[in-house]
T-cell receptor
């Protein structure tokens, strides 16, 4: 069964450093999402992406965040200058359409020191 | 925006008992209500969902009910088993355009043998 894959599984970085989290959505899916989950808390929406542009973003997704689909298969989340409060599990998700199930990746755990 | 409240935050049951988790939502335009199960350190996985044109849906030991008037929906698990132990998240979305899921805070279900 096809799955969303994410790399790295865990990244430790120093505050102020740039981080890029990578995702490979399921191949025939058209809608892509990033969510994050701070330890012990709920899953929070960051951004959705369709047709090579951001379709919706939350208040969390400020100027420090950006997303890109550089090559038609990867979907990346960049954090330009990480803060301590960016420490979380970041989940990528994809969907074949905008009316149903999201398929989540295993997540990338980001630890900012 | 949408706000989803979920109760209880933890639920302990004996194997074989039933478990009920309840959620309320605020946006009357929401019309898609999925439930995700997240085992420790794993990705959230869809277990059941319901759309606003039905009041109840069942899949083996799992059922979901929706009351649109009261804006609440519930997950029912019968004959619980230890492998049902996980965190369960409810979510809501408008499911139109580029709608996104708003999650509840999660319920940790512990099923004791």
């Amino acid at each position: 069964e096809p799955e969303v894959t994410q790399t790295p599984s865990h990244q430790v970085t120093q505050m102020g450093q740039e981080v890029i989290l990578r995702c490979v959505p399921i191949s025939n899916h058209l809608y892509f999402y990033w969510y994050r989950q701070i330890l012990g808390q709920k899953v929070e929406f960051l951004v959705s992406f369709y047709n090579n542009e951001i379709s919706e973003k939350s208040e969390i997704f400020d100027d420090q965040f950006s997303v890109e689909r550089p090559d038609g298969s990867n979907f990346t989340l960049k954090i330009r200058s990480t803060k301590l409060e960016d420490s979380a599990m970041y989940f990528c998700a994809s969907s074949p359409h905008n009316t149903g199930e999201l398929f989540f990746g295993e997540g990338s755990r980001l630890t900012v020191l | 925006g949408e706000n989803v409240e979920q109760h209880p935050s933890t639920l302990s049951v004996q194997e074989g008992d039933s478990a009920v988790i309840k959620c309320t939502y605020s946006d009357s335009a929401s019309n898609y209500f999925p439930w995700y199960k997240q085992e420790l350190g794993k990705r959230p996985q869809l277990i059941i969902d319901i759309r606003s044109n039905v009041g109840e849906k069942k899949d083996q030991r799992i059922a979901v009910t929706l009351n649109k008037t009261a804006k609440h929906f519930s997950l029912h698990i019968t004959e619980t088993q230890p492998e049902d132990s996980a965190v369960y998240f409810c979510a809501a979305s408008q499911n139109s355009g580029y709608s996104t899921l708003t999650f509840g805070k999660g319920t940790m279900l512990l099923v004791s043998p």
